[in-house]
């Protein structure tokens, strides 16, 4: 099984400025996935973190608001941009393994805007 | 387009006695059924899944769930709880005609609470 290394696990940021959080997994995945995790909701997939291209958003998020980079099979970013209040949450990485059926996870990171 | 229902909120049982969380689901090709367990302040653990096979799946902790096709439902059990499985536990899904391109839709969560 894959481990999944994320960073920073938390952080309070001023309204307005970016955060970007690192996601490493010490094996191959084939996909990679950013999902957000609101107070007290369920998770809810922001992309799908494509290697060498541009990522694949879902409906209600965009890119020039969460800019996501893959450079390689085991190594993904998500930025936050210019952020607000309602972007407080726990952002989630995971990986899905070669037999296409486990979804990995990494701890969190848990974004507060003031 | 896929989706995930898990109708409790909470669910309180006492310590040693059985427990059951329900998830029911819809998609339109075979599911991929999953079950996550999150502890505070930590992320999600893998806990067991169904592809294909035997419909009661066993998993790790001691729990098991049993995929019912016609009722489109995926519960977990556990014959007997323990205060430490307490948590917030989460069923998903996946489209098995995605081929793996599609990211897992979650249920909204059933915290879990075994009384002493």
Request: with cysteine; net charge neutral.
């Amino acid at each position: 099984s894959a481990v999944i290394s994320q960073k920073p696990s938390r952080d309070i940021c001023q309204r307005g400025t970016s955060l970007t959080i690192q996601c490493q997994v010490d094996s191959q995945v084939t996909m990679m996935f950013w999902y957000r995790q609101q107070p007290g909701q369920s998770l809810t997939l922001i992309a799908t973190a494509n290697q060498g291209s541009e990522a694949t958003y879902e409906s209600g998020f965009v890119i020039d608001k969460f800019p996501i980079s893959r450079p390689n099979l085991t190594f993904s970013t998500l930025t936050v941009s210019n952020m607000s209040p309602e972007d407080s949450s726990i952002y989630l990485c995971s990986g899905l393994g070669f037999a296409n059926e486990k979804l990995f996870f990494g701890s969190g990171t848990q974004l507060s805007v003031l | 387009a896929q989706s995930v229902a898990q109708p409790e909120d909470q669910v309180n049982v006492a310590e040693g006695n059985p427990l059951t969380v329900k998830c029911t689901y819809s998609v339109s090709g075979n599911p991929y059924l999953f079950w996550y367990v999150q502890y505070p302040n930590r992320g999600l653990q893998f806990l067991l899944k169904y592809i294909t096979g035997d419909n009661l799946v066993k998993g790790s902790y001691g729990f098991e769930a049993e995929f019912n096709k016609s009722q489109t439902s995926f519960h977990l059990k556990k014959p007997s709880a323990l205060v430490s499985d307490s948590a917030l536990y989460f069923c998903a899904v996946r489209d098995g005609a995605g081929g793996g391109a599609d990211g897992l839709t979650f249920g909204k969560g059933t915290h879990l609470i075994i009384q002493p």
